[in-house]
């Protein structure tokens, strides 16, 4: 992965964390912890990131009530793959509040305009009817990206908005330097499985993965190579913290948006026994999951990153990445899961 060139400060300072607390897996010696106990984090995650072997693993923890953020590795950036709906969703909430969007607004999928399964609007376009089109509130396709991964429902609010340009210089205007939107859900999809377009008739489950399945093993790994190495659509893990904590404070949306958002993250469908099984009973989790299809005994990304709430009220950012995992799903959430309670045994 290519390492940023860019100081990690501005993504520290857009979260409200102190320059001298600084994001990284070392201890600093020479102010007192503050908020998190970083060589219990160092310690725990030297054996995190032994068991996610040969994965690429990392995590960072920010507290929200206190100015401490921790990083395993800052610089390594991370595909995102799905995870960009939350950035996506936000920018989308932002044209909102300035009156270029409107929640009601409907956006016409027809069957050209269809992405890669997982997808509910795929479902709409049945062998039965076959309809020429459907009409979506832009407020259900927003729900649909957030909470199931909807990649139909996320590229089709993503070209109402101006495409991934857009996306990334809305998060680049807020400070979210390390993060980038260069693709189309569908694009992704496509590239990763080693094909060169994506047709309507591969809408459902079963047929994509017959179509993915049709392309020679060498041309899909080399494909699942290169999505490992494009610095495309990826995210550091100061990048996404410093954008949940000004999603948490209210830098990002008006009041109303930033509310809908975290309501929307809450209810996320996916990744049930990754963050939200390491943390305690009480605790609550606004989060976005990313995940790519494994094949040939590889999943290329799997992370979890989200804002907790604890039963005290002490309020956290987490973030946990994978790449090129060949352990299975159990294996992967696991780590995750331990991953959130590490985080929480670090809280001081």
């Not at 030297?46 to 009530?65: K, Q």
């Not at 407020?139 to 908005?161: C, F, H, K, W, Y």
């Not at 590239?191 to 899909?220: C, H, I, M, N, Y």
């Not at 709430?309 to 309020?315: C, P, V, Y």
Request: net charge neutral; aromatic share 4%.
């Amino acid at each position: 992965m290519t390492a940023s060139r860019r100081t990690l400060l501005t993504a520290i300072l857009a979260a409200g964390a102190l320059e001298a607390v600084g994001c990284s897996g070392r201890v600093n010696r020479r102010s007192p912890p503050v908020g998190l106990d970083r060589a219990r984090l160092a310690q725990g995650f030297a054996g995190l990131a032994e068991r996610a072997r040969p994965s690429a693993f990392d995590l960072g923890v920010m507290t929200l009530d206190t100015p401490a953020v921790w990083c395993a590795d800052g610089t390594t950036w991370f595909p995102m793959r799905d995870l960009f709906m939350a950035p996506l969703a936000a920018a989308a909430l932002a044209e909102v509040d300035a009156g270029r969007l409107r929640l009601n607004e409907t956006l016409r999928v027809a069957p050209g305009d269809l992405s890669p399964p997982p997808s509910r609007v795929n479902r709409l376009f049945s062998p039965g009817d076959r309809p020429a089109f459907v009409d979506i509130p832009v407020a259900d396709l927003i729900a649909l990206a957030v909470q199931e991964g909807d990649n139909t429902a996320a590229d089709s609010v993503m070209r109402r908005i101006g495409g991934p340009g857009a996306v990334t210089a809305w998060l680049q205007a807020r400070g979210v330097q390390d993060m980038r939107i260069d693709r189309y859900a569908r694009e992704v999809q496509v590239a990763t499985s080693g094909l060169t377009s994506f047709r309507s008739e591969w809408k459902d489950d079963a047929t994509w993965a017959a179509a993915r399945g049709a392309v020679a093993p060498d041309q899909r790994e080399a494909a699942m190579a290169a999505y490992l190495t494009d610095p495309r659509d990826t995210t550091t893990l100061p990048a996404i913290l410093g954008f949940l904590a000004q999603l948490s404070n209210g830098a990002l949306l008006s009041p109303s948006s930033t509310s809908l958002m975290l309501r929307l993250m809450s209810a996320t469908t996916s990744g049930k026994s990754r963050l939200a099984a390491g943390l305690p009973a009480g605790a609550s989790l606004a989060h976005k999951t990313g995940s790519s299809p494994t094949d040939l005994g590889l999943t290329p990304a799997t992370c979890d990153v989200g804002l907790v709430t604890m039963a005290n009220g002490r309020r956290f950012a987490v973030a946990a990445f994978l790449s090129g995992s060949t352990a299975t799903e159990a294996h992967r959430d696991s780590v995750i899961a331990d991953a959130a309670r590490l985080a929480v045994s670090a809280l001081i």
